[in-house]
């Protein structure tokens, strides 16, 4: 079998998360995906993470985490020569995505229409914090600031008036995930149509659709959304404090709820309609509390799923990964490496499975420029218009060997 997107080539511009999230989802389909960074200005998730030689040598955890499957390709697109580069690239390529503030790649000559004019079928996919109209469009943003500008922070804590992010950066990997779902579309759409299309994608937009739920009750009702910890309208529903860690319950509709009940032996709390539940809350949840801290979590945790009531003990990143079910589901791809530097290394793979195509990626993270010499020759050019776009205003000392030797070849 071959990936669902074997034979597209991607020319990816981005940086962070957001928009190498994208691209790799493409590249886990079996893409063809070329990192295009500034040489002296490289992907600054690449000095990300906890490992300091990592970091050191720029290919930092939170680059590594979706760098994997991606050839890499310095220029400098501020220079005629680097811009003239990109857009005999773009005669080859499938799909563009960049994600820089709205109108900057207008103002390098690099636009959908620019890119466009040489290549009709060209997907050109732009990501930014606000979108590219409103009074916003301009502004900046990372997912910390989105989160605070959607209102989910203020939705997220214990309703007292100190606001949480969440944990993980789910706007970002969002908007990445809505990125490559939109670039199918667009692929799909092509085939009909026979032309490309540009796509713009912003972070609040999708924050936004993130707070569906509460977004459409307050627009119904005028009610604002209150920070509630781990605790729901019905108490059934929650966190509880076992005997020695917490455990999370989810007798969410009124069969769970019986059989939540019945199994703890207190058929006498039995609704029969969900307003009752919620009427009933304070009575429902003390009697839980103390039934829950009688036994441990993982106790719990197998009575109540044994009797089909969703529950699970709070996990640690560690013993998740580690878990069988983690495991059995192969969502994390092991790569080789023939340097050795990332030998072993541990990626995540797409999160879904597909019975007709491979998904999944071989080549391990690059180094800025690996592939620079490679990549030009083949658009055409020759070895002395390589060395010049491989040389010029290239920092990265490590990059510059790989570049020159190449090009002699």
């Not at 990109?86 to 390098?108: C, H, I, Q, S």
């Not at 005997?243 to 009940?261: F, H, V």
């Amino acid at each position: 079998m071959t990936g669902a997107f074997s034979g597209l080539r991607v020319i990816d511009t981005t940086h962070v998360l957001a928009g190498p999230y994208a691209s790799y989802q493409l590249a886990l389909l079996g893409a063809e995906v070329i990192k295009l960074e500034a040489p002296n200005d490289p992907d600054q998730a690449r000095f990300n993470g906890t490992d300091r030689d990592l970091v050191r040598a720029a290919m930092g955890t939170a680059f590594l985490a979706q760098g994997a499957g991606k050839k890499t390709l310095a220029l400098d697109l501020k220079s005629e020569a680097g811009r003239d580069a990109l857009l005999k690239l773009a005669e080859t390529a499938d799909v563009f995505v960049e994600n820089y503030r709205p109108g900057a790649f207008t103002d390098l000559g690099l636009s959908y229409e620019d890119l466009a004019a040489v290549n009709p079928r060209l997907i050109y996919c732009s990501v930014s914090a606000f979108g590219a109209t409103g009074p916003r469009q301009h502004q900046t943003g990372y997912d910390n600031i989105i989160q605070a500008f959607s209102g989910i922070m203020d939705m997220t804590g214990h309703g007292d008036d100190r606001p949480l992010k969440c944990g993980a950066p789910v706007v970002d990997y969002a908007t990445g995930l809505t990125a490559a779902f939109a670039i199918s579309a667009a692929l799909f759409q092509r085939e009909r149509t026979g032309k490309g299309q540009n796509i713009e994608v912003s972070m609040l937009d999708v924050a936004m659709t993130l707070m569906t739920t509460p977004a459409t009750d307050f627009l119904w009702t005028g009610k604002h959304p209150k920070a509630k910890g781990n605790s729901y309208a019905f108490a059934t529903l929650g966190m509880y404090q076992a005997a020695d860690e917490p455990l999370m319950i989810a007798a969410s509709n009124l069969r769970q709820q019986r059989r939540l009940w019945v199994g703890l032996g207190r058929e006498d709390l039995v609704k029969t309609d969900n307003l009752a539940r919620i009427d009933d809350y304070k009575t429902e949840h003390a009697v839980l509390a103390s039934i829950i801290e009688t036994m441990p979590a993982a106790y719990w945790e197998e009575f109540f799923n044994e009797r089909r009531v969703p529950a699970s003990r709070i996990r640690r990143l560690e013993e998740a990964l580690q878990d069988p079910q983690a495991e059995a589901r192969a969502q994390f791809l092991k790569l080789a490496d023939p340097s050795g530097r990332l030998e072993g290394l541990r990626v995540p793979s797409v999160a879904f499975r597909m019975s007709a195509s491979d998904t999944g990626v071989n080549l391990p993270p690059q180094e800025v420029g690996a592939h620079t010499a490679d990549i030009l020759r083949s658009i055409g050019l020759g070895n002395d218009e390589i060395e010049a776009l491989c040389l010029a205003g290239l920092a990265l000392q490590a990059a510059q060997p790989t570049c020159r030797e190449t090009a002699a070849q």
